[in-house]
């Protein structure tokens, strides 16, 4: 599977700032992902993120909210904007493998946010 | 009704037990199912795909019934290693795409 990274692994931020976390993949991918996994809670899918073309945003999300790029197959940013204390969580970036038969993915090691 | 469920536990069992969780899902146009395992503050590891058959990892076991939209994951010999939160996975299409919805995670004890 691929080795993916995350920057920066948590930051404690202030309200209405905005944070960009980073997602760098050691091999060219086609789909990647970003998650949020609220205190307690389980992964829900932010919005995928295709080289190339927008970015496509599950119910709830929005681009203004959380802007995010793709310039190459192996590097992704998500932008946490406006933040406010519901934003404290933890962000996961995924790419999809190609092993067994299908779809499989494969998580970064997340970024740790808390906003005050 | 989430289109995944899981019972959340916990499971508390003594090591060497066997545990068995299971995870329902909705969308009977399901392909793909997945089980990880989260340990506490990391990322989930995949642990195992879900075949239509059922596969075998040494101690790990995972069943798909379609017809009952399940599937589970039996461990067998518990370590206290395996202490962790069970998350299924169920890939869905949706707006001509793939989306991986998860379940809320079964967590395990295993105890000395």
């Known amino acids: 599977s691929a080795v993916i990274s995350q920057k920066p692994s948590r930051d404690i931020c202030q309200r209405g700032t905005s944070l960009t976390i980073q997602c760098q993949v050691d091999s060219q991918v086609t789909m990647m992902f970003w998650y949020r996994q609220q205190p307690g809670q389980s992964l829900t899918l932010i919005a995928t993120a295709n080289q190339g073309s927008e970015a496509t945003y599950e119910s709830g999300f929005v681009i203004d909210k959380f802007p995010i790029s793709r310039p190459n197959l192996t590097f992704s940013t998500l932008t946490v904007s406006n933040m406010s204390p519901e934003d404290s969580s933890i962000y996961l970036c995924s790419v999809e493998g190609f092993q067994g038969q299908g779809n499989e993915q494969f998580f970064g090691p997340g970024t740790r946010l808390t906003v005050l | 009704r989430k289109e995944v469920e899981q019972d959340p536990g916990p499971f508390n069992v003594p090591e060497g037990a066997t545990v068995a969780f299971n995870c329902t899902y909705s969308n009977s146009a399901s392909q793909s199912f997945f089980w990880y395992r989260q340990d506490c503050r990391k990322e989930p590891k995949l642990l195992m795909s879900v075949y239509s058959s059922g596969n075998e990892d040494g101690r790990f076991t995972a069943q798909l019934n379609r017809a009952s939209q399940y599937i589970s994951l039996l461990i067998r010999d518990s370590k206290l290693s395996d202490s962790a939160t069970y998350l299924c996975?169920?890939?869905?299409?949706?707006?001509?795409?793939?989306?991986?919805?998860f379940g809320s995670g079964t967590r395990l004890l295993v105890r000395p």
């Open positions: 996975a169920v890939n869905i299409i949706r707006d001509s795409s793939y989306k991986l919805i």
